[in-house]
């Protein structure tokens, strides 16, 4: 069976850090683009970051940039987001997602229609 499973998150203090991980079963997520997305209460899900599978080039959208990085480890088939001075609007259910390879960047690259295979989801509350 061909999914990806989320691990990680849980509740974190202001200016703390989380890493979030998204492992691929089934198939192998090098050959594959990871969009990471996040839904936080009452609002539509949205892009956050992104990688490509041809360079690891990876791309975030503005209010995470400087935070937050992505990560692969092509022995354990997973990818990582490191998140990091996390503010209480990072709330949300985080999501990954691994779709077909491209060169695209953001925000294109985080376009929900080039993603077929998705995690489980994972929450991240940052509050004190």
């Known amino acids: 069976q061909l999914q990806l499973v989320q691990s990680g998150g849980g509740l974190v203090q202001p200016g703390g850090s989380l890493r979030l991980s998204c492992a691929a079963n089934?198939?192998?997520?090098?050959?594959?683009?990871i969009g990471w997305f996040r839904q936080a209460p009452g609002k539509e899900r949205e892009g956050v970051s992104c990688?490509?599978?041809?360079?690891?080039?990876?791309d975030f959208t503005d209010s995470v940039k400087g935070r937050f990085a992505i990560s692969r480890d092509n022995a354990k088939n997973t990818v990582y987001l490191q998140m990091s001075s996390l503010k209480p609007e990072d709330t949300a259910v985080y999501y990954c997602?691994?779709?077909?390879?491209?060169?695209?960047?953001?925000?294109?690259?985080?376009?929900?229609?080039?993603?077929?295979?998705w995690g489980q989801g994972t929450q991240v509350t940052v509050s004190s």
């Open positions: 990688i490509r599978s041809l360079d690891g080039r990876t």
């Open positions: 997602a691994a779709g077909a390879p491209s060169l695209l960047l953001f925000p294109l690259c985080v376009n929900e229609r080039r993603y077929n295979y």
């Open positions: 089934g198939f192998t997520l090098d050959n594959y683009a």
